[in-house]
């Protein structure tokens, strides 16, 4: 008897029914960005599955040009989340609507699967409710989030302690103030919430790989998840990734993004400073007009990222655009870090310690000059700093917090 023909033509797999993937980012483009890539990464694999991005409506446009590759986009009601409206109570705000709105596709639209951000822990039980397989995506270090999870189970009080020490992690003795800590591990059990949504679901891909993390993803893999996928860092992995470069995200306001690229052409190698810190965070008028200044006394060549939330102008010091003219150029809204980053111009990064600059600069060999500003780029600035030994910290000794002040503007290095 002749064997099965268990090949599938062209026609069979074209009438086959795809296999529907819900993914469900945070509503911050720092964290839409690794779950579009990593989506790119499944399709590449897994041409059979359909794919659709759950996002508020501010984020549609962003979601469009962060996947260059097909998928599907739905939204929920949200109100916009920018540096200026981060208010504890806008946030809540948007937290709950997410919930709500989020759950209410799952039960219209019922997906074979969802892949949803560690930072919406309640998505395992919703998930479970309705019988979707749930896995959870997490942009941060590994690192980070072991360290999260210690400080959140000794239940650190500000008022008892000045320094805390990092307790059964493998490596060296990380010691922390307790202000560099953020403060949702001070303040409430979100810690908490997250780990134990980690293992209920099936399992939790992490944008890391155990070349950076390797001690540290085999503890994570033993203690926080029932399975673990460390697929990064996604951004420079995925097969798109030579177009995307310069092509994700969109354009910045008034003039090509490949204008910087055409500036970093006529400089030498290794000759330029990046300063760019992040997506999230925003610098008053007085700390950016001291930071253009210091960069102007630096008499160093460099190209500052300034974000849409800082472009007023009020802080740019008179006659300072022509002074700086020649050897400063200044990138106002969307920049294309990627592309920046590998070009042979850039000598080194002053950034804010996001873990998506921190693996983009490693990829790239870039050295990291260090300047965390909030959530959990502290704790990432004692990985990349006292343990792996790639970059070096601004500020050595000054006061620092993830709490805002304005006491001190800019360190003077």
């Known amino acids: ?117 560690v ?11 309705l019988k979707i397989p749930c896995i959870l995506f997490s942009v941060l270090s590994t690192f980070s989030m072991l360290v999260l999870d210690c400080f959140q189970k000794m239940r650190v009080r500000p008022a008892l302690l000045d320094h805390v020490t990092v307790l059964g992690l493998p490596g060296p003795e990380i010691r922390m103030p307790v202000l560099e800590l953020p403060s949702f591990v001070l303040e409430d059990n979100s810690v908490e919430k997250v780990h134990k949504s980690g293992l209920d679901a099936f399992g939790i891909v992490v944008n890391t790989c155990r070349g950076i993390e390797l001690e540290y993803c085999d503890e994570f893999e033993k203690t926080q998840a029932r399975r673990a996928y460390f697929v990064g860092p996604v951004t420079v992995s995925y097969p798109m990734y030579q177009r995307s470069i310069i092509e994700r995200g969109g354009e910045v306001e008034g003039e090509s993004e490949n204008s910087c690229l055409r500036w970093l052409d006529t400089k030498n190698e290794r000759s330029v400073v990046l300063v760019s810190f992040g997506s999230l965070c925003a610098f008053k008028s007085a700390q950016l007009h001291e930071l253009a200044m210091g960069l102007e006394e630096s008499r160093q060549n460099f190209l500052w990222v300034v974000k849409d939330a800082d472009q007023s102008g009020e802080w740019i010091p008179e006659g300072w655009e022509e002074r700086i003219a020649d050897r400063g150029f200044v990138v106002r809204g969307w920049a294309p ?77």
């Open 119 to 129: 930072m919406f822990p309640w998505i395992t039980a919703i998930a479970a409710d």
């Open 337 to 413: 870090q990627l592309a920046i980053l590998a070009h042979a111009a850039i000598g080194a990064f002053v950034m804010q310690c996001g873990w998506n600059s921190i693996q983009e600069a490693t990829a790239a060999g870039v050295p990291m000059l260090t300047w965390p500003l909030a959530y959990e780029q502290f704790i990432n600035e004692k990985l990349v700093v006292d343990v792996i030994g790639c970059a070096a910290r601004l500020w050595e000794g000054g006061k620092r917090s993830t709490r805002e002040t304005e006491k001190e503007l800019v360190p003077r290095t």
């Open 1 to 117: 008897m002749a064997s099965p023909n268990n090949s599938l033509t062209n026609s069979d797999k074209a009438n086959m029914k795809k296999w529907r993937v819900f993914l469900v980012p945070l509503f911050a483009r720092s964290h839409l960005t690794p779950l579009a890539d990593f989506a790119g990464l499944l399709l590449a694999n897994h041409p059979d599955i359909e794919l659709t991005m759950v996002v508020t409506p501010d984020n549609t446009k962003f979601a469009n040009g962060s996947a260059l590759h097909p998928v599907q986009i739905l939204t929920y009601p949200c109100p916009p989340i920018s540096p200026q409206s981060a208010e504890p109570s806008v946030i809540d705000k948007a937290f709950h609507m997410a919930r709500q709105g989020v759950e209410q596709l799952l039960q219209q639209h019922k997906p074979d699967a969802v892949i949803a951000d």
